[in-house]
Structure formats: C-alpha cells, structure tokens
C-alpha cells in the first residue's frame, strides 16, 4: 500500500532558510501536499515576508500555491526582526522579480482554522518555520481545532545551544514567547527542531557545490542563498558553514528517520527578563511534569542534504 502524501500548512517569516524548506515541500510531492502557505512577520515584517513566500512560489514554477499573510505583530510584544542576519528583505543573496501571483484576501489565521475545520481530524500537520503567533492565534480564536491537529512540526527553541538572538533564547521563540507557550501547554503532539540540530546542518563548501551543481535557477539561487546566509553565522560560530535551520522542518515531515530525538518536558519562559524566550527543556527527566514535545537533538546531516539537493533538483 503506497502511503499517502502528508497535508500541511507551512507557517513562515522567508528567510533563506524558510525558502529552502518550502522549496524542499514544492520538490516532494509523493511525500507532502500543501495547501497553502501563511506569512508571519519575523525574520523581517510582513509586507516582506508575504512577498519574499511568493517569489520563491513562483522561483519553484508553482504560482498556484495559496500564500495568505498572518499576523504583522506578536500577541503582546513590539515585532523584533532580524535583518542582521538575513539582509534587508529578509532574503538578500541572489535578484528575484517581485511576484506576479496573488496574495489570498482572507487573513492566514483563518484559512488555518477553516482549514482544520473542513480537513478530516488528525490529518494536517502544522509546520511552523518563524515565531507562533499566527498558531496561538487560531488556537485562541477557535480552541475546537486543537483537537484536530495532527502535529506541530516547528524549528524553534534550543537548549544546549543556547539562544543566538539572547544568550538564553532563539529568535523564532523569543520574538513571540507568549504564543509560544500556548503552542507548547495546547496538548497537540509537538516535534521542536532547536538550534541544538540546526546547527549541525551545514552549508559546507561541497554541500553548496551541490546546489549550484544542479545548473538550475533553483540550484544558482539556492547556492546564493546559502553563501549570504552563512556568512552571519560562520562568522559568529566559526564554523565551516551556516545552519540552514528550517527545511529541517519539513525533511522530518518526510524522512523522520533522519532524526533523534527525546520525548521531553519542554516550558517557555515568559516573565524573566534575563532569559525571556527560553526554551526550558527537561533533557535529563528531573522534573515530574508530563513529557509535551519530541525535542530532536541529532541528525544525518549528509542525509538531509542529500535530501535536499535530490529534491531541490527537480523544480
């Protein structure tokens, strides 16, 4: 019996990175079905993040996707970006044309509601590539769908990597803790991809050989992409390569098997000002609270990208 292709919803702030994890959704159609996208504001604000989902829709020729922006703002906090790391549109490297496809009129939260409402109980999966503020929302304005998740597969978080955007929090996190917390306390199976896995998928020298090895637009643009991104981080870290953080996301959705993980606590830190945004992950099982998330820490990182540039190959 072949299995069937898996439902979701990409949530997304693009990013390089976030592009390559929807680029690797668009390449794996045997293994995924997508319906539809949803901008958030994060990595850099929405009017970019919602037209950066686009061009890289119509860089992987599928301008019929459904992209629809979400919130411009977390739930109760002033939006922190972070075009430090990515440039000033969010996705700087290589020139796109702006998109000529449309953005839906309806507001990204309610096409995930009326989405978990119409789709069958237990069927969508939830990938959520920047901060949860489009999530808490729908779970807030609409609790009935909770119950109807699948999982919630997100990058975000870290533990013993510490943060990279406070020296305790990472950004995806930190710039929306409060929705947070209400992703983690909902009760829908959790799947986090922290930093602490994130960093050991590295854009090396051979690995963005690969990419532009292709001799496709996706596989130049993907090269580019990752040559701008790693800087940040190889600068930083001084490793021989950036993390590229989010297609994690959707390669678990394709090939968990790739991954190693521990069924954990894991709480969010809202109140201190010190470590606001952490990820308070119980690794080691020295509390009594009930295990809410699989908290992934290892990875085959040759694997996944080979993974990548199979998939990347065919737009």
Same mark, same amino acid.
């Given at each position: 019996?072949?299995?069937?292709?898996?439902?979701?919803?990409?949530? =997304? &702030?693009?990013?390089?990175?976030?592009?390559?994890?929807?680029?690797?959704?668009?390449?794996?159609?045997?293994?995924? #079905?997508?319906?539809?996208?949803?901008?958030?504001?994060?990595?850099?604000?929405?009017?970019?993040?919602?037209?950066?989902?686009?061009?890289?829709?119509?860089?992987?020729?599928?301008?019929?996707?459904?992209?629809?922006?979400?919130?411009?703002? @977390?739930?109760?906090?002033?939006?922190?970006?972070?075009?430090?790391?990515?440039?000033?549109?969010?996705?700087?490297?290589?020139?796109?044309? &702006?998109?000529?496809?449309?953005?839906?009129?309806?507001?990204?939260?309610?096409?995930?509601?009326?989405?978990?409402?119409?789709?069958?109980?237990?069927?969508?999966?939830?990938?959520?590539?920047? @901060?949860?503020?489009?999530?808490?929302?729908?779970?807030?304005?609409?609790?009935?769908?909770?119950?109807?998740?699948?999982?919630? !597969?997100?990058?975000?978080?870290?533990?013993?990597?510490?943060?990279?955007?406070?020296?305790?929090?990472?950004?995806?996190?930190? !710039?929306? @803790?409060?929705?947070?917390?209400?992703?983690?306390?909902?009760? !829908?199976?959790?799947?986090?991809?922290?930093?602490?896995?994130?960093?050991?998928?590295? =854009?090396?020298?051979?690995?963005?050989?690969?990419?532009?090895?292709?001799?496709?637009?996706?596989?130049?643009?993907?090269?580019?992409?990752? #040559?701008?991104?790693?800087?940040?981080?190889?600068?930083?870290?001084?490793?021989?390569?950036?993390?590229?953080?989010? @297609? =994690? !996301?959707?390669?678990?959705?394709?090939?968990?098997?790739?991954?190693?993980?521990?069924?954990?606590?894991?709480?969010?830190? =809202?109140?201190?000002?010190?470590?606001?945004?952490?990820?308070?992950? &119980?690794?080691?099982?020295?509390?009594?609270?009930?295990?809410?998330?699989?908290?992934?820490?290892?990875?085959?990182?040759?694997?996944?990208?080979?993974?990548?540039?199979?998939?990347?190959?065919?737009?």
């Amino acid at each position: 019996m072949t299995k069937q292709p898996r439902k979701i919803i990409i949530d =997304t &702030d693009p990013g390089q990175d976030d592009a390559f994890a929807i680029l690797l959704a668009m390449g794996s159609p045997e293994d995924i #079905e997508l319906l539809g996208i949803v901008a958030i504001a994060g990595n850099v604000p929405l009017a970019l993040t919602q037209k950066n989902t686009r061009m890289i829709c119509e860089l992987a020729g599928k301008p019929q996707t459904r992209v629809f922006a979400g919130c411009d703002r @977390p739930l109760s906090r002033n939006l922190v970006t972070a075009e430090h790391v990515h440039g000033k549109t969010g996705m700087d490297g290589p020139a796109l044309p &702006d998109p000529t496809m449309p953005l839906q009129d309806q507001h990204g939260v309610d096409f995930i509601i009326e989405t978990l409402r119409r789709e069958e109980s237990g069927t969508v999966t939830l990938c959520p590539l920047g @901060p949860l503020t489009n999530i808490a929302q729908a779970f807030l304005k609409a609790p009935d769908i909770i119950a109807k998740v699948q999982e919630i !597969v997100l990058m975000g978080g870290a533990y013993f990597e510490v943060g990279n955007i406070t020296p305790a929090a990472e950004f995806n996190i930190y !710039v929306d @803790p409060e929705a947070a917390e209400i992703v983690f306390k909902s009760g !829908v199976p959790l799947v986090v991809m922290p930093l602490d896995v994130t960093h050991k998928v590295l =854009t090396t020298r051979a690995r963005v050989a690969a990419f532009r090895g292709l001799g496709t637009e996706v596989g130049r643009v993907a090269a580019e992409w990752a #040559e701008f991104f790693e800087r940040f981080d190889k600068e930083k870290y001084g490793s021989d390569g950036g993390p590229l953080h989010d @297609p =994690t !996301v959707v390669a678990y959705v394709i090939r968990p098997e790739l991954f190693k993980g521990r069924r954990i606590n894991v709480e969010i830190e =809202t109140k201190s000002e010190l470590t606001l945004g952490m990820t308070v992950a &119980d690794w080691w099982g020295v509390t009594d609270r009930a295990p809410n998330a699989l908290f992934v820490g290892d990875v085959d990182a040759q694997g996944f990208f080979d993974l990548l540039t199979e998939r990347l190959a065919r737009l």
